[in-house]
């Protein structure tokens, strides 16, 4: 596709990246350790065990105690027993040991969530939480027929995304669009409905093998561990694409255990990623009547993958475009691996200064706070080169590391047309900058984290090149089936720093907005691993949104017996005494009256 600036027109100041501000605010809440690692382990046999060892427990399998905690740090569960199976078979054991015993188990990952998803405040004593990153990390590529939409790749669930995407890379492989924290494990992606960024750009023609949707829709088939009625145990048992039951499986919150996957893959392709801050947010995000070129619509039609990060109270975004090019542009910068945002862990002192006085209540400096975070990556984007790269796709498209801030995230999605794209994003941001600043003249800044706006495409199931395949039913990129033309997901990221007063009242207020307002225009979405149903008293304490609206935007426009009931219904078939449930779960995944 042709180039979305002149070469000539270099930025003349780079701007600020969303995971700059997490690695200033990090300094500023004194989060000094240089990677995010879960607390300590305490093995089951040391005298230092503070609570009582489960009963009967399986010989063989690794078993300590670990204080749980998600990566926001919201939730921060003591007093849990972990093992670390060595194989799909002792998952199996472990399975059928806490069905006898009154026991749970919740399979866990990197933790890479902001979500009580793996386990929520409050979670009993009698939970064992089934660590997948020590053993079940296996990673298989079968790059067989890549031409064609034929290769493949199997994965265990520990298996991290940078691991897998650079074995992909290796042989000469790749994915359209995936989460940029590669530290991630491929079990919390496929359990949440991980997705990336990307349509096609105009003229542009879906490579075989690759999807605009979540990578769960790539999954060909997979291994989970599930009650079988024949033996009354838990047994493995493998689903393929076309299998009705997998449908609830292949976006699952975790509610079963997969022990392994097989995904479709497809060539690898070079991607060049360019940064400007210079155009300004009203034209960005102008009403589609007056909408020009530098709109998000003509960028997303220019070069298919846009990530647009806007901070509060600034004039122009941090608009990264990453345009499919084959050869390297002789402006553009090689990379040859990821991560190359370097500047994202060195903390400005008067960042870190800022933050501090908004965390210590001085408010009123958010403005200043989200200025100087766009200074800073002016800067480090000069410093570093990295303004206008060029490199394979995993190499440009991971970009953040686990030494962010613990901010918190609300995202929601809207699947409209994609005629409808600039009007559902010009909407948003007319609602957006009127609610801070009504917040902000009685003096609350709920918003001190920048907002991010991704494109992408649906769960299109022929993308998997398995005919007759079945879709996600709780996936949020799924089509609805009464809306054919509804063809197209627009992503809004709205973050903050946790402890920020208000933030909850004003992510559920913008909750409410989204189904109000885009209802007959797109179907509204939570993003599964960020927070959703929020209120004054917290995320996820909605229940209205909890027992109705969320369940109803699964169910709205699909087929009769194919929707929310079914995939709970599916769930509970296959895990009748809700060996893999959690009381978070237990509240969510109920049948929608």
């Not at 500023?28 to 230092?48: D, E, H, K, V």
């Not at 078993?63 to 990566?71: G, I, K, P, V």
């Not at 994003?425 to 003096?443: H, I, N, T």
């Amino acid at each position: 596709m042709g180039q979305v600036r002149n070469d000539s027109d270099h930025p003349d100041s780079p701007t600020l990246s969303r995971r700059a501000l997490l690695g200033a605010g990090a300094a500023a809440l004194a989060a000094t350790a240089a990677q995010w690692t879960p607390l300590g382990r305490i093995a089951a046999a040391s005298a230092a065990t503070t609570i009582p060892a489960p009963p009967q427990f399986p010989a063989g399998i690794a078993l300590y105690q670990q204080t749980f905690q998600n990566w926001s740090e919201e939730v921060v569960v003591e007093g849990l027993w972990s093992a670390s199976p060595a194989s799909a078979a002792d998952v199996v054991t472990l399975a059928n040991w806490a069905h006898a015993n009154g026991w749970r188990l919740r399979p866990r990952g990197g933790g890479y969530s902001w979500s009580p998803l793996v386990a929520p405040a409050g979670t009993p004593a009698n939970v064992l939480l089934v660590d997948t990153t020590t053993h079940l990390t296996g990673i298989s590529v079968n790059a067989t027929g890549a031409s064609s939409g034929q290769a493949s790749v199997t994965v265990q669930p520990g298996a991290t995304m940078d691991n897998v995407l650079g074995t992909l890379k290796s042989a000469g492989l790749g994915l359209t669009g995936f989460p940029v924290l590669g530290a991630a494990t491929v079990g919390g992606v496929l359990a949440t409905g991980g997705r990336g960024t990307g349509v096609p750009a105009v003229g542009e023609t879906r490579l075989p093998g690759h999807t605009y949707g979540s990578v769960s829709n790539l999954i060909t088939s997979l291994t989970a561990v599930v009650w079988d009625p024949a033996q009354g145990a838990y047994a493995l048992r493998t689903f393929q694409r076309t299998d009705s039951q997998i449908q609830a499986l292949l976006v699952n919150l975790g509610r079963v255990l997969v022990t392994e996957a097989t995904l479709r893959v497809g060539p690898d392709q070079r991607l060049r990623c360019q940064s400007w801050f210079n155009v300004a947010a009203t034209d960005l995000f102008a009403p589609p009547a007056s909408a020009g070129s530098k709109s998000l619509a003509s960028y997303v039609d220019q070069c298919g993958r846009v990530v647009c990060i806007w901070f509060p109270f600034t004039s122009s975004p941090w608009l990264r475009l990453f345009t499919p090019t084959p050869n390297q542009p002789w402006v553009s910068r090689a990379v040859t691996g990821p991560y190359d945002f370097t500047f994202n862990d060195i903390v400005p002192k008067n960042v870190s200064d800022l933050l501090s006085q908004i965390v210590a209540g001085d408010a009123a400096a958010t403005p200043q706070f989200t200025a100087a975070q766009m200074d800073a990556i002016s800067a480090g984007l000069v410093a570093t080169g990295t303004w206008d790269i060029w490199g394979w796709s995993s190499d440009v498209l991971l970009y953040v590391r686990p030494t962010t801030l613990r901010i918190t995230s609300t995202c929601c999605n809207v699947v409209t047309t994609r005629a409808n794209v600039q009007r559902v994003v010009s909407d948003f941001y007319a609602e957006y900058s009127a609610k801070l600043a009504a917040y902000a003249a009685q003096g609350l800044y709920p918003m001190n984290a920048p907002l991010e706006i991704r494109v992408t495409g649906l769960d299109q199931t022929g993308d998997c090149n398995v005919p007759g395949a079945l879709g996600a039913q709780l996936s949020p990129l799924r089509p609805r089936t009464d809306h054919p033309e509804w063809d197209t997901a627009v992503w809004f990221d709205m973050t903050t720093v946790p402890i920020t007063p208000g933030c909850h009242q004003f992510t559920g207020e913008m909750e409410a907005w989204f189904r109000s307002h885009y209802a007959g225009v797109g179907a509204v979405h939570h993003e599964w691993p960020k927070e959703w149903a929020n209120s004054p008293s917290g995320a996820w304490t909605d229940t209205t949104a909890i027992g109705s609206a969320i369940p109803a935007s699964f169910t709205d426009g699909q087929a009769s017996g194919d929707g929310w009931n079914a995939a709970v219904a599916t769930l509970t078939a296959l895990d009748p005494g809700g060996v893999f449930g959690s009381p978070f779960l237990d509240q969510v995944l109920v049948p929608m009256a």
